[in-house]
């Protein structure tokens, strides 16, 4: 009993001191004990590799989408999810797939928590020191030169991605696909009045602040049908990107599925344009195997 | 279904618009009823765990025409903010056969968490007929004020219906379209909770016991 009524003070000083945050629910983890990707979109084994990392204490896992023969880009992406499912599942897996079958090499990671990955996504902060983790082995590891580097966010994944590109700075490019302005702006959508979002969450998100401080490329994909994120937030990113920047809307596109439409290969095309791999004249990469 | 945990926040967020904190009728002078009131949208089905908007509070009769009250806002001490409001009430018309009472409030929500305050006035309007010697139909019309975002301002129709169910012992049960002037057919609630693509429906409940 006594046990009890010290577990109810703790509760009790924890929101009366706004200790109380919603930041964990923002995750919503979806571990396996192996990875099982979908077989229809078979990527050749050779150039398929499941690889892990550390993030302080704990290890992460994913894919190395990596063009073994000649005809691929020296370019590698670096893709940070949204908040749902894991790497070797829909849409995860076909964004990746998407990406490597259109000529990138792609590391594709989950933070913790996520998929094989340990210990627990809780922040704004884990993500973010996962996505410089997973950096750390592109760099280190696997041998990628910062000029060669492309940093892909989705949705909540375009947090760590902006906030890797302030840091690295040397980047080829940055792709924002159905990214949110802000978790204040968010919560708007939800709650209809302005409560700020200190009151909920510990973490900002804050995307559209942080986009000015880029200096790399910036492409900005959005679905038009987008439930979640509505399709103005990615003209208000746009808008505060500094140049060069491409805003691609997808207008059967929802909020998970950019990667499976037809003119999927038209956004990669105009990667590789940014990037500086393809030209103009040259003839544009297939989305699919 | 998945969990869609944005809506716990949007649940404990909306910051009354859940919530039933004002009297349909003003209440006799000298009068003073405790008031407890619980609300959620009704885009519940998508997570589970949702959090209802919870007050608690009061009104007292000034005179037969005039009412103040004052609640306490439960839900976002949750989250460490201090919720709180003010509201009087005037009746404009008396029920008269088959015209319905007419009456206006105000209210002013006040909320400070995290060093952030915010301040929402509103204005209400209802119209109630008695449908029996201790039921009341009510429609009313609110109009929330917001000084820091568009929209500044809120439109939210309701309708319900009141009960006294003994002396002492009152019930209301109120169905609302908050924000009806919003568009949301995306965002966190990905329009769940919208009709026609605006603004967010909600079931509430009060209780009020008269002292």
């Known amino acids: 009993m006594a046990l009890v009524i010290r577990r109810f003070r703790l509760v009790v000083l924890l929101v009366l001191t706004g200790s109380c945050k919603a930041d964990s629910y923002l995750f919503q983890t979806d571990r396996v004990a192996d990875y099982d990707p979908p077989a229809e979109l078979s990527v050749p084994a050779s150039d398929l590799v499941e690889v892990s990392f550390r993030a302080g204490a704990d290890t992460l896992y994913g894919f190395y989408f990596h063009h073994t023969g000649t005809d691929g880009y020296p370019r590698t992406v670096l893709l940070s999810h949204g908040r749902n499912g894991n790497v070797a599942r829909p849409p995860e897996w076909s964004r990746a797939t998407a990406i490597y079958f259109g000529g990138f090499d792609v590391l594709a990671y989950d933070y913790r928590g996520y998929g094989r990955s340990t210990g627990t996504s809780v922040s704004e902060a884990t993500i973010d020191s996962d996505a410089t983790a997973a950096l750390a082995y592109l760099q280190g590891t696997l041998g990628v030169p910062d000029s060669e580097l492309i940093l892909y966010g989705h949705s909540i994944g375009a947090t760590p991605t902006l906030a890797?590109?302030?840091?690295?700075?040397?980047?080829?490019?940055?792709?924002?696909?159905?990214?949110?302005?802000?978790?204040?702006?968010?919560?708007?959508?939800?709650?209809?009045?302005?409560?700020?979002?200190?009151?909920?969450?510990?973490?900002?998100?804050?995307?559209?602040?942080?986009?000015?401080?880029?200096?790399?490329?910036v492409l900005i994909l959005h679905g038009t049908l987008d439930p979640e994120v509505p399709v103005s937030q990615a003209a208000e990113l746009y808008a505060r990107a500094g140049q060069p920047k491409y805003l691609?809307?997808?207008?059967?596109?929802?909020?998970?599925?950019?990667?499976e439409q037809p003119d999927f290969a038209d956004a990669l095309y105009q990667l590789g344009l940014m990037t500086g791999v393809v030209h103009a004249d040259s003839r544009r990469p297939t989305s699919g195997p | 279904m998945r969990r869609h945990p944005w809506l716990v926040i949007a649940a404990i967020g909306s910051l009354g618009g859940c919530a039933v904190t004002m009297p349909v009728r003003t209440v006799p002078a000298g009068?003073?009823?405790?008031?407890?009131?619980?609300?959620?949208?009704?885009?519940?089905?998508?997570?589970?765990?949702?959090?209802?908007?919870?007050?608690?509070?009061?009104?007292?009769?000034?005179?037969?025409?005039?009412?103040?009250g004052a609640d306490l806002h439960a839900s976002p001490a949750a989250v460490g903010v201090f919720g709180a409001d003010i509201s009087a009430a005037h009746r404009l018309v008396a029920e008269r056969g088959h015209s319905p009472e007419l009456t206006a409030a105000g209210q002013v929500a006040?909320?400070?968490?995290?060093?952030?305050?915010?301040?929402?006035?509103?204005?209400?309007?209802?119209?109630?007929?008695?449908?029996?010697?201790?039921?009341?139909?009510?429609?009313?019309?609110?109009?929330?004020?917001?000084?820091?975002?568009?929209?500044?301002a809120l439109l939210s129709p309701s309708v319900g219906i009141s009960h006294q169910v003994t002396h002492?012992?009152?019930?209301?049960?109120e169905w609302r379209w908050f924000g009806a002037n919003v568009d949301t057919h995306s965002g966190l609630f990905e329009g769940a909770a919208s009709l026609a693509g605006h603004g967010a429906m909600s079931v509430n409940g009060g209780i009020a016991w008269r002292w």
């Open chain 2, 110 to 152: 006040f909320f400070v968490g995290s060093g952030v305050a915010r301040l929402f006035p509103s204005l209400l309007l209802t119209s109630s007929w008695s449908a029996g010697p201790r039921t009341l139909l009510y429609g009313s019309l609110t109009l929330t004020g917001q000084f820091t975002a568009a929209p500044v």
């Open chain 1, 248 to 259: 691609k809307i997808f207008p059967r596109a929802a909020h998970d599925d950019i990667s």
């Open chain 2, 31 to 68: 009068e003073t009823r405790l008031a407890l009131s619980a609300g959620e949208p009704l885009a519940s089905h998508l997570i589970s765990g949702l959090v209802p908007y919870v007050t608690v509070g009061a009104i007292h009769g000034i005179t037969d025409a005039t009412t103040v």
């Open chain 2, 168 to 173: 002492r012992l009152g019930v209301e049960l």
């Open chain 1, 164 to 217: 890797l590109a302030e840091r690295v700075g040397g980047g080829s490019a940055v792709v924002l696909e159905s990214a949110f302005t802000s978790a204040q702006e968010m919560a708007r959508t939800a709650t209809l009045v302005d409560a700020p979002v200190s009151w909920f969450l510990r973490g900002s998100f804050d995307n559209i602040d942080q986009l000015p401080r880029i200096h790399l490329p």
